[in-house]
């Protein structure tokens, strides 16, 4: 079966620190990997999403960036955070060939920018 | 692109009753509706999706319709119990890889 990770589970940062989020998947291949952040008591907001490795489509301009080294790894960075970055970042796989829909969410790392 | 709306943004329902929320899209070429259940401080799950092609679905004590003609579609609760409480966010696809969300709605089951 398929497994998706995310760490940290929570991380506290500075205004102005760079900030490095990770998430991997097990049990499949060639996902789409997507990154969402959730705001405090909000819906979901999708900021990046990628079809296969280096293949990175931005939803929203802002201080983030997004990398897929690897086919099963997607990476959230940024290199000076807001306070507005605060959230909860959620990352999702979905299967890419035959695509159903269906998108799979991780546990999620909460942000506090301080 | 397409643009999700839920209606209402809170629903307290007593325990027993049904809960109904319903969405509305935009996009006449979406084709996937899914529904996700999310707890406070937890991930949202996967509960139960319709396809274009299907009117109804059923699982156990919740169901979705999709109108097409409308543009809407609905989850369907009944026999509510405490731990259906959570915020539920419905989404439709048109095939491009992405689901467009909506806003969500809080769930209160009042024992």
């Known amino acids: 079966s398929q497994t998706i990770h995310q760490w940290p589970a929570t991380l506290v940062q500075p205004v102005g620190s760079p900030l490095s989020l990770e998430c991997t998947v097990e049990?499949?291949?060639?996902?789409?990997l997507y990154w969402y952040r959730q705001a405090a008591g909000r819906g979901l907001q999708l900021l990046f999403y990628?079809?296969?490795?280096?293949?990175i489509s931005s939803e929203v301009p802002q201080n983030l960036s997004a990398s897929r080294p690897q086919d099963r790894q997607f990476i959230l960075s940024s290199k000076k955070l807001l306070l507005s970055d605060s959230g909860f970042y959620l990352c999702?796989?979905?299967?890419?060939?035959?695509?159903?829909?269906?998108?799979?969410f991780g546990p999620g790392t909460r942000l506090t920018v301080l | 692109g397409e643009n999700v709306e839920q209606h209402p943004s809170t629903l307290s329902v007593q325990e027993g009753d049904s809960a109904v929320i319903k969405c509305t899209y935009s996009?006449?070429?979406?084709?996937?509706f899914p529904w996700y259940k999310q707890e406070l401080g937890k991930r949202p799950q996967l509960i139960i999706d319709?396809?274009?092609?299907?009117g109804e679905k059923k699982d156990q004590r919740i169901a979705v319709t999709l109108n097409k003609t409308a543009k809407h579609f609905s989850l369907h609760i009944t026999e509510t119990q405490p731990e259906d409480s959570a915020v539920y966010f419905c989404?439709?696809?048109?095939?491009?890889?992405?689901?467009?969300f909506g806003k969500g709605n809080q769930v209160v089951v009042i024992p």
């Open positions: 989404a439709a696809s048109d095939g491009n890889n992405r689901l467009a």
């Open positions: 319709i396809r274009s092609n299907v």
């Open positions: 999702a796989w979905s299967v890419r060939t035959g695509w159903t829909g269906k998108q799979f």
């Open positions: 049990g499949t291949s060639n996902p789409n």
């Open positions: 990628s079809v296969g490795i280096g293949q």
């Open positions: 996009d006449s070429a979406s084709n996937y």
